[in-house]
T-cell receptor, first 116, second 112 residues
Framework: AQSVTQPDIHITVSEGASLELRCNYS??????LFWYVQSPGQGLQLLLK??????LVQGIKGFEAEFKRSQSSFNLRKPSVHWSDAAEYFC??????????????FGTGTQLKVEL | EAQVTQNPRYLITVTGKKLTVTCSQN?????MSWYRQDPGLGLRQIYY???????DKGDVPEGYKVSRKEKRNFPLILESPSPNQTSLYFC???????????FGPGTRLTVL
C-alpha cells in the first residue's frame, strides 16, 4: 500500500529565509506526487504536481519540488518565504493503477510558521 | 465560477441520526472523492468515484456510504453517525487522472 511521511510536524522560518519541507513516499512504481497548501479555515489548493519527465517541478507562489527516486522523496522548496506562506502543507501520492491519482494518500501535514 | 460546493458547512448532530452531506461540482468532472481531516492524521480518503455509478472505497470507508447517480453530485451518507466520525470533511473533484483536484470548502461535523 502506498504511504506518505512528512517528518516535520511544525517548522518555523524567518521571512525572507529559504524553506524546505520534506516528503518521503512509499509506492511500488513511479508515483504521481502532489503538494497542497491549506490556509486556516480554507480548503486545499494545489501547489504543484509530478507525473513524469523533468524531476524538478515548478509550482505556483514561487514553490518548486524535486522528485528523487533514489531517496523516495519529493521535497518542497521556496528560496524566500513570505509571511503569507504561513499555512499547513500536505504531500500526497497518487495510485497509478486506479487512474493516475484518483486514490490519493496524504501525509499528515507540516505546519509552517513565518516569523517577521 | 468553477467550484465544488458542500452543504451544510457546519453540522452538529446526535449519535445514530442519519445524515447526508451533499457535494456538487459545476465543472463536468468525472472523478470525485470524499476525505476526512483529523488533527495529526492529515486527510484520509473515504470513498472515490471515477464516473456515474462507479464508486470505490478509499482508506477509511467504514460507517459511510456514497452514491453517484449523476455526474455533478456525490453525496456522503452517514446512516448511523458515531462520535468518532466527528471530523472535517472535504469533497473534491477532478477532470481526469492528470488534472488538478479541486476541493470544496469543507463540512465540519460534530456527532454528540
Amino acid at each position: 500500500a502506498q504511504s506518505v511521511t512528512q517528518p516535520d510536524i511544525h517548522i518555523t522560518v524567518s521571512e525572507g529565509a529559504s524553506l524546505e519541507l520534506r516528503c518521503n513516499y512509499s509506492y511500488g512504481a513511479t508515483p504521481y506526487l502532489f503538494w497542497y497548501v491549506q490556509s486556516p479555515g480554507q480548503g486545499l489548493q494545489l501547489l504543484l504536481k509530478y507525473f513524469s519527465g523533468d524531476t524538478l517541478v515548478q509550482g505556483i507562489k514561487g514553490f518548486e519540488a524535486e522528485f528523487k527516486r533514489s531517496q523516495s522523496s519529493f521535497n518542497l522548496r521556496k528560496p524566500s518565504v513570505h509571511w503569507s506562506d504561513a499555512a499547513e502543507y500536505f504531500c500526497a501520492v497518487g495510485d497509478i493503477l486506479t487512474g493516475g491519482g484518483n486514490k490519493l494518500t496524504f501525509g499528515t501535514g507540516t505546519q509552517l510558521k513565518v516569523e517577521l | 465560477e468553477a467550484q465544488v460546493t458542500q452543504n451544510p458547512r457546519y453540522l452538529i448532530t446526535v449519535t445514530g441520526k442519519k445524515l447526508t452531506v451533499t457535494c456538487s461540482q459545476n465543472m463536468n468532472h468525472e472523478y470525485m472523492s470524499w476525505y476526512r481531516q483529523d488533527p495529526g492524521l492529515g486527510l484520509r480518503q473515504i470513498y472515490y468515484s471515477m464516473n456515474v455509478e462507479v464508486t470505490d472505497k478509499g482508506d477509511v470507508p467504514e460507517g459511510y456510504k456514497v452514491s453517484r447517480k449523476e455526474k455533478r453530485n456525490f453525496p456522503l451518507i452517514l446512516e448511523s453517525p458515531s462520535p468518532n466520525q466527528t471530523s472535517l470533511y472535504f469533497c473534491a473533484s477532478r477532470a481526469g487522472a492528470h488534472n488538478e483536484q479541486f476541493f470544496g470548502p469543507g463540512t465540519r461535523l460534530t456527532v454528540l
